[in-house]
């Protein structure tokens, strides 16, 4: 247990539990004892860990040398998050982190029933995770009671402020204690992000999560030249090529959303759709198709995206090419995720490579220029994964050994090379 000597007991038996060896980053970073009991303006990418950081560096905060935690009277913690879906996913980061201290862990999020959200907080929360409009909603109800705070966590703070939720995190940070710990966690710390920083934090310790470069170094990013009616074409390649168990395509409108569904729906694809226009059921519904493998392509737009975690993200296909570097790492970073491999592809027309190659270079990115994969690529790649398949390396059992050799004798290699050859002669 060396690794996690630093940690609260019970957290550092959970991320052993979890099968964690040691910390990236961004967690070493917010546990360092020199950060003690400050508050903190982080910079650390998607995918860098940091939701399981912010609940290591509340702990000594919220359990005060305790083991457990005891009843919640109040809740002791806020995680503000962007999107219903990034909310949902911290929670259940910190339910399991914080499993073994006894923590009681609410979610208040919009498009959930209220009433049941009022009913947990009245059980007893000790942290709770939500969106800002939700959060406002239940602070002005009445049914969150701010004044036990010891932290609030605001998580994508960058994203919540693209999205507009300035004035509900400034409702929601005036309403808690004054006496309290802030954790802002950002991609990037912008002139807007600074400024709330300024107005809400005391001597905030800033930390850029060293090593944040590592996890794009998990991408394999490729440029594909292709000319313009070619573009859809080559998407379609691409995912066939790399067959990955869930892909993400991103385009820059809601109408190229509905397009590229429609055909790769056409093509025979298990695809789901993100966009602006669907509710937040559909949206839940679409993502647990992603997530249990009843669909395997996920087409959306960058604000429909926003806040989505898929475990199984091995590509990431730019159908629309980004319109600025962050946007570029932010898409890319939902793959290589954890120490998993990814491939982030950018269908490039002819007439914009130059444009990305200036997007690529103010990412501070280097990308492997190519063709799109051609149909007899697609194809070798299919021949590699059948030959590829475990089956081929396990015995031959006794009642299988029968098939097998009529198999053979009516349609063996020899068999197949004679029937070839055969075949070439008639051309």
Known sequence: ?????????????????????????????????????????????????KTVAFGLALAPTLLEGAERFGHAAAPLALAVAPTRELALQ???????????????????????????????????????????????????????????????????????????????????????????????????????????????Q??????????????????????????????????????RYYEAKNALVFCNTRAAVNHLTARFNNRNFSVVALSGELSQNERSHALQAMRDGRAKVCIATDVAARGIDLPNLELVIHADLPTNPETLLHRSGRTGRAGRKGVSALI?????????????????????????????DVMRRDDERILADPVFDEPVRDDERGFI??????????LALRDAAGAAQHR
Not at 348 to 370: H, I, M
Request: glycine fraction near 6%.
């Open 90 to 200: 911290v929670t259940r980061e910190l339910e399991w982190l914080y499993e073994l201290t006894g923590a009681t862990v609410a979610s208040c999020v919009g498009g959930m029933d209220m009433r049941s959200e009022r009913r947990v907080l009245e059980r007893g929360a000790h942290i709770v995770v939500g969106t800002p409009g939700r959060l406002r909603d239940h602070i002005t109800r009445r049914s969150l009671d701010m004044s036990a705070l010891k932290a609030v966590v605001l998580d994508e703070a960058d994203e919540m402020l693209d999205l507009g939720f300035r004035e509900d995190l400034e409702f929601i940070l005036d309403a808690a204690p004054a006496e309290r710990r802030t954790l802002m966690f950002s991609a990037t710390v912008p002139r807007s992000i600074a400024t709330l920083a300024q107005g809400y």
């Open 1 to 49: 247990m060396s690794n996690f000597d630093a940690l609260v007991p019970a957290l550092a038996r959970a991320l052993e539990k979890r099968g964690y060896s040691e910390l990236t980053p961004v967690q070493k970073a917010v546990v360092a004892p020199e950060l003690g009991e400050a508050d903190a303006l982080v910079s650390a990418q998607t995918g860098s860990g």
């Open 202 to 239: 005391r001597d905030a310790v800033r930390i850029s999560a060293a090593g944040e470069e590592k996890q794009h170094l998990d991408i394999e990013y490729r440029a594909l030249s292709v000319a313009q009616p070619d573009r859809e074409n080559a998407i379609i390649n691409v995912l």
């Open 405 to 414: 050799d009529a198999l053979l004798a009516r349609h063996g290699a020899d």
């Open 348 to 376: 490039v027309p002819n007439s914009a490579r130059k444009r990305t190659e200036r997007l690529l270079q103010n990412a501070g990115l280097k990308a492997t220029w190519a063709s799109p994969p051609s149909a007899d």
